[in-house]
């Protein structure tokens, strides 16, 4: 794994979390917030927590933040601080600047000041919990846009001991299974005769239609 260097602007309770999982994960990860009572808690949870305010240029070049490979703004509440300081970082000259949105506005806002990934957490895992409780056997479910998703499907009894070819799911659904998760075990690049077993967890890319009516036939 390659380790990123990584800067986490408003430790709220989103932003906290990113720095302390990017941080467990191996990251180096450095904490911005304005709030001296909000970096406390992650000094020993990031590799170097600060007091700044993230809409000083002048406090981000201190902090050589022009360093980093990416950064993750999490500032919901005050829409023009997420917007200057999303701003600052692109001017910075950082590549990849990933913000928070609270709203679809917030988010137009920030697209149009050079965002190049907008979140919207609370937005996105409503969608997230919808498609659990529409599909019970829906482990988990990314959108890549519009129109295409990736979704993980448990299997259940009714295809246990079929190939994967037997399942015949690029054929009737146009849809392509990436990998096959067995407990701890990912297999990336399935076998057209891998054999699935009741459990396993099928790893499907496809259009949103088309896993709809995947999900649908329960496999
Ligand atoms: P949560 O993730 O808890 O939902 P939130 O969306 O309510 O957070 P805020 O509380 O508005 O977001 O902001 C998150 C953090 O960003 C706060 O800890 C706040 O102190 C910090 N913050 C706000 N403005 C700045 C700024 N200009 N510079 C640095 N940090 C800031």
Redesign the pocket.
Known sequence: MKKKQIVV?????????VCRELYKLGHEVMA????AE?VEPLIGYSSQASV?????KTQLNNLGVRNFDQAIV?????LQ??V??TLMLKEIGLSSVWV?A?DLQHKKILEKVGADRVIQ?EYEMGIRVAHHIDSENIVDYIDLSKDYSIVEMAATEKIAGKSLIQLEIRVKFNCIILALKRGEDVNIAPHADDVVNEGDVLVVMGHRNDLKRLEEKRL
């Open positions: 602007i408003g430790l709220g309770r989103f932003g906290s979390s911005i917030d304005k709030d909000n700044a305010d993230a809409t000083d999490a500032i919901g509440d005050d601080a997420s200057l300081c928070k609270r957490p």
